[in-house]
T-cell receptor
Framework: TQLLEQSPQFLSIQEGENLTVYCNSS?????LQWYRQEPGEGPVLLVT???GGEVKKLKRLTFQFGDARKDSSLHITAAQPGDTGLYLC????????????WGLGTSLAVNP | ETGVTQTPRHLVMGMTNKKSLKCEQH?????MYWYKQSAKKPLELMFV???????ENNSVPSRFSPECPNSSHLFLHLHTLQPEDSALYLC????????????FGPGTRLTVL
């Protein structure tokens, strides 16, 4: 069974701090996506990474796909209250991309 | 309307009721999905439709019945549900069923009494 483990599960920080959340697996994925979900809403896609070692930046968010395509990280610089939400990672399975393997998510609270 | 919309946003039903959830996507996509999101569990894929044809049914109980009349609309018909079916039901779409980037609607929060 393929699993994606996200850590930490919960994170509460002050505005202006930096943070990193992780998404790890023993399986290789053809792609990895990060989503942010706010309470009462559906997940919103932030980024898709497909190449081992790939780094993508989205304003203050930096996403990295591991060289072996088994793990990924999301780093947020100078966090703001608007970054609060549930961060989900999902891995695409090679040859069967319609089925995504989902992590449980990291619940982030950024306090003003 | 843009993106993926879902109605109703909230639904409370008894175990003997029959209700339907509706999803509409305005992205010109060909694949649509139903997911169940419960506390402390990863997102669970329920059904996949590609060009209106059901391509996947992940052992979902028959009390959930999907319908996809065209590539833009997806329904989930509910009957004789159980309290453990209470969850957030999310609809998503993608360009096609081999594209791994999915776009989600806001979800329907379902409570079964």
């Amino acid at each position: 069974t393929q699993l994606l483990e996200q850590s930490p599960q919960f994170l509460s920080i002050q505005e202006g701090e930096n943070l990193t959340v992780y998404c790890n697996s023993s399986s290789v994925f053809s792609s990895l996506q990060w989503y942010r979900q706010e309470p009462g809403e559906g997940p919103v896609l932030l980024v898709t990474v497909v190449t081992g070692g790939e780094v993508k930046k989205l304003k203050r968010l930096t996403f990295q796909f591991g060289d072996a395509r088994k793990d990924s990280s999301l780093h947020i610089t100078a966090a703001q209250p608007g970054d609060t939400g549930l961060y989900l990672c999902a891995g695409g399975v090679a040859g069967n991309n319609r089925k995504l393997i989902w992590g449980l998510g990291t619940s982030l609270a950024v306090n003003p | 309307e843009t993106g993926v919309t879902q109605t109703p946003r909230h639904l409370v039903m008894g175990m003997t009721n029959k209700k339907s959830l509706k999803c509409e996507q305005h992205l010109g996509h060909n694949a649509m999905y139903w997911y169940k999101q419960s506390a402390k569990k990863p997102l669970e894929l329920m059904f996949v439709y590609n060009f209106k044809e059901q391509t996947e049914n992940n052992s979902v109980p028959s009390r959930f019945s999907p319908e996809c009349p065209n590539s833009s609309h997806l329904f989930l018909h509910l009957h004789t549900l159980q309290p453990e079916d209470s969850a957030l039901y999310l609809c998503a779409s993608s360009q096609d069923f081999v594209t791994d980037t999915q776009y989600f609607g806001p979800g329907t929060r379902l409570t079964v009494l």
